[in-house]
């Protein structure tokens, strides 16, 4: 194929691409049908392949990982291609409200600033009167989402925890998550997506019932991030193994999925690339995954990473590009606009069709030194790239429209109200015209 044919949209993006910090200027540099020739021969193959979506092999998948920082802006421009082959210029993004039901957990991740003990928590869990008020609140600025996002089984651990659910009438953390995802789809015109962690089948089959999506990052597939002094060695929860059988009984449930890496915690180019290869798999076998999430680790004070460099622009926007060639031009791919200061126009640039959860009303309380941009921001500077911006409701459209047996009736019944004939959420950006902080 002549990869010099692709290159014509590019072109328009880059003086306004230029303008983002040095990265900016390396990714629009040079003479655009040049671009590919800096690649290596095998490289130029890897990017041929992709590029007639042909399925990357695990050999030439393993190859990017050989990518030098002067080839990056080739592979960049590369998945960026393949994103508008797949996904067009619609770039989307889920108005929501995070709801922090719990941050008690009983697994210590060495990079957590989320985790609280039941001495630091006040309260312990969320009454439920206080999640309806987010919710309301919520819904009065526009949202659709609301992201339930909490510790992983706390009463395994705390006896103050178990003592909470039982004096309000539940078992387990996961009970009292169904009842609060229960509570907001009853009262408000919100949809829960629920992160709570690894499930066993009851319990992901009970959630599943209340919840239009939901979402577990695989983080990564190495066993080695667990060993003795590595980020998951206090963190039972994060053993690769349990995760990858926690997505696949979503996939085997038909629950339409959110998954993803963290990179930059010790990993290795080549086990991002063996996850981002064990999700591809995983949606091969049950097409579930409806995102892929490309987070980047952020050092918090108090935590035992909090000495720990950063991942770099450079590798963030590598293994953006990489996962848009591994996992083809169709798969939504997110990267956090929140989590890179104000660089993050430049992963359109590599390959993301989506901005994730954004909110006009609460914090992100996994990272909440970083405010998410606000939402009029947000659309300015990703039509400034030549894309559109829409938003979206927390289950993607392509599993409202045209996948029929994810959802539960009842949930459908509440979400095609929701949606415009393309699955987007109804009402466009107009909804937010007035929204802020
Ligand atoms: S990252 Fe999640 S599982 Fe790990 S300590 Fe924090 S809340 Fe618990």
């Not at 925890?161 to 609060?180: C, D």
Request: hydrophobic share 35%.
């Amino acid at each position: 194929m002549n990869l010099k044919s692709k290159v014509g949209k590019f072109s328009r993006d880059k003086s306004v691409l230029a303008g983002y910090s040095r990265w900016g200027k390396v990714l629009t540099g040079g003479r655009d049908t040049d671009r590919f020739a800096i690649l290596s021969d095998r490289l130029q193959q890897t990017v041929s392949a992709a590029l007639e979506c042909r399925g990357l092999s695990e050999e030439q998948s393993y190859l990017l990982a050989e990518a030098t920082y002067a080839e990056l802006p080739s592979l960049c421009q590369a998945a960026s291609i393949l994103r508008d082959q797949g996904r067009g210029r619609v770039i989307s993004f889920s108005p929501k409200v995070f709801i922090p039901l719990t941050q008690l957990c009983r697994d210590f991740c060495g990079y957590c600033a989320f985790r609280r003990s039941p001495a630091q928590a006040e309260p312990l869990y969320l009454s439920l009167e206080e999640v309806l008020a987010v919710a309301r609140a919520g819904q009065r600025l526009g949202c659709s989402e609301a992201l339930f996002t909490l510790g992983e089984r706390p009463e395994l651990r705390y006896p103050e925890a178990k003592k909470w659910l039982q004096q309000h009438g539940y078992q387990t953390t996961l009970e009292y998550l169904r009842a609060a995802c229960e509570l907001v789809l009853n009262e408000t015109t919100l949809l829960p997506h629920a992160n709570p962690g690894t499930l066993s089948r009851r319990e992901m089959s009970s959630l599943k019932d209340v919840n239009v999506s939901m979402g577990l990052m695989l983080e990564n597939i190495s066993p080695r991030l667990a060993a003795p002094g590595g980020p998951h060695q206090h963190a039972p929860s994060k053993r690769p193994r349990v995760r990858h059988l926690t997505i696949e009984l979503a996939g085997e449930l038909r629950i339409p999925f959110t998954t993803g890496l963290l990179i930059g915690i010790g990993e290795t180019r080549a086990e991002r690339v063996k996850s981002l290869l064990a999700i591809r798999e995983l949606h091969r076998r049950y097409g579930h995954i409806q995102e892929v999430i490309i987070q980047n680790f952020r050092a918090k004070p108090d935590t035992p990473m909090s000495a720990v460099p950063e991942p770099t622009l450079e590798e963030l926007l590598w293994t953006i590009a990489a996962a848009r060639l591994i996992l083809g031009p169709e798969v939504n791919l997110q990267a956090p606009p929140n989590l890179s200061a104000g660089d993050y126009p430049l992963y359109l640039g590599a390959g993301i069709n989506d901005w994730g959860g954004i909110s006009p009303l609460t914090i992100d309380y996994v990272n909440p030194e970083a405010p998410w941009p606000q939402i009029t921001e947000l659309r300015c500077r990703t039509e400034e790239l030549g894309f559109t911006l829409k938003a979206r409701l927390p289950v993607y459209p392509e599993y409202i429209i045209e996948e029929r047996d994810y959802l539960p009736a009842r949930l459908l019944k509440r979400v095609r109200p929701l949606a415009d004939s393309a699955g987007y959420l109804k009402g466009g950006m107009e909804r937010y015209a007035s929204a802020s902080r």
